[in-house]
């Protein structure tokens, strides 16, 4: 599904900043040096690799930031299939701003592409079933709202964005506050009527409790299998079941054919593979 990057200008723009003053700091000792001010070139990003496209207008804004005046023409869109040979975008303009900005706008494209790549895979494998694949808080600080975007672009789905989205008791809270039951009736009589609460569980004693107390967001952790599709007879449509925990693209589809709801996947963004892609210049 080909979609467009909606996130807030001033947070792309600032973030390219941050990551462009990192990498050139006040000089650029071998362009500066060598190329002329008034110096003019064409290039393109080429696909190197079969994949799926993402943060294209987050690498082109990047050329932008650098050149004023490059020209940008984009012959695809995140969430494209691209494949070997492909050309994503060309770009006319001073020579050293392109050369500056090579760097910097294919660090974004090739990991948010790798990411969107990695989703669609796993996608692919439960597309005949009812899960549904979403990431986790396990990303890069500063690019959480880049990966998550990118796993929209891979046909995936978003778990919380942040801290504040929802409620989610995990084993540390459960075990701070003595018991699930406590934990849930303590936050039900401080949050506001916005708010969602999941609960994370790490047995069948701790699900009983969970759906006992009317839970209706269960995250089972860590669970194999087997423990997963009784969780699901137990549970019985009384709550949505999430399952985490050492999933990867070999075991995904079993886990889908359990008959969970949502499988979450830290991996989509923590270790994912970039996509080879490069700029080559006319």
Same mark, same amino acid.
């Given at each position: 599904?080909?979609?467009?990057? @909606?996130? =807030?200008?001033?947070?792309?723009?600032?973030?390219?900043?941050?990551?462009?003053?990192?990498?050139?700091?006040?000089?650029?000792?071998?362009?500066?040096?060598?190329?002329?001010?008034d110096?003019i070139?064409?290039?393109?990003?080429?696909? !190197?690799?079969?994949?799926?496209?993402?943060?294209?207008?987050?690498?082109?804004?990047?050329?932008?930031?650098?050149?004023?005046?490059?020209?940008?023409?984009?012959?695809?869109?995140?969430?494209?299939?691209?494949? =070997?040979?492909?050309?994503?975008?060309?770009?006319? *303009? !001073?020579?050293?701003?392109?050369?500056?900005a090579?760097?910097?706008?294919?660090?974004?494209?090739?990991?948010?592409? *790798?990411?969107?790549?990695?989703? &669609?895979?796993?996608?692919? !494998?439960?597309?005949?079933?009812?899960?549904?694949?979403?990431?986790?808080?396990?990303?890069? =600080?500063?690019?959480?709202?880049?990966?998550?975007?990118?796993?929209?672009?891979?046909? *995936?789905? @978003?778990?919380?964005?942040?801290?504040?989205?929802a409620?989610?008791?995990? @084993?540390?809270?459960?075990?701070?506050?003595?018991?699930?039951?406590?934990?849930?009736?303590?936050?039900?009589?401080?949050?506001g009527?916005?708010?969602?609460?999941?609960?994370?569980?790490?047995?069948?004693?701790?699900?009983?409790? &969970?759906?006992e107390?009317?839970?209706?967001?269960?995250?089972?952790?860590?669970?194999?299998?087997?423990?997963?599709?009784?969780?699901?007879k137990?549970?019985?449509?009384?709550?949505?079941?999430?399952?985490s925990? @050492?999933?990867?693209?070999?075991?995904?589809r079993?886990?889908?054919?359990?008959?969970?709801?949502?499988?979450?996947?830290?991996?989509?963004?923590?270790?994912?593979?970039?996509?080879?892609?490069?700029?080559?210049?006319?």
């Open positions: 599904m080909e979609i467009s990057m @909606n996130l =807030p200008a001033f947070y792309i723009d600032d973030l390219i900043k941050t990551a462009l003053a990192e990498d050139i700091s006040y000089i650029d000792l071998t362009t500066d040096l060598l190329i002329s001010e110096s070139s064409r290039a393109f990003f080429l696909s !190197k690799a079969d994949g799926v496209l993402a943060g294209l207008d987050a690498a082109c804004r990047v050329m932008e930031l650098t050149d004023r005046e490059v020209k940008v023409t984009k012959h695809f869109r995140d969430g494209a299939r691209i494949k =070997p040979g492909d050309i994503i975008a060309e770009f006319s *303009g !001073k020579t050293a701003a392109l050369l500056k090579e760097r910097t706008s294919l660090n974004l494209l090739q990991h948010m592409s *790798g990411i969107a790549t990695c989703t &669609a895979e796993c996608a692919e !494998k439960i597309a005949d079933t009812k899960a549904r694949i979403t990431d986790t808080r396990k990303t890069l =600080p500063g690019l959480r709202s880049l990966q998550k975007y990118a796993v929209l672009c891979g046909g *995936g789905f @978003n778990h919380r964005y942040n801290l504040s989205d409620a989610l008791i995990k @084993n540390n809270h459960i075990d701070a506050c003595g018991s699930i039951t406590e934990a849930v009736k303590i936050l039900r009589s401080r949050l009527h916005m708010a969602n609460i999941e609960v994370e569980v790490r047995n069948f004693a701790e699900l009983n409790q &969970a759906l107390a009317g839970v209706k967001i269960i995250l089972l952790d860590n669970m194999n299998v087997s423990d997963m599709a009784e969780a699901v137990i549970s019985s449509g009384r709550a949505i079941l999430e399952a925990g @050492n999933i990867t693209l070999g075991n995904i079993e886990t889908a054919l359990t008959g969970v709801d949502i499988i979450s996947m830290g991996a989509l963004t923590h270790c994912v593979k970039a996509l080879d892609i490069s700029l080559r210049f006319k």
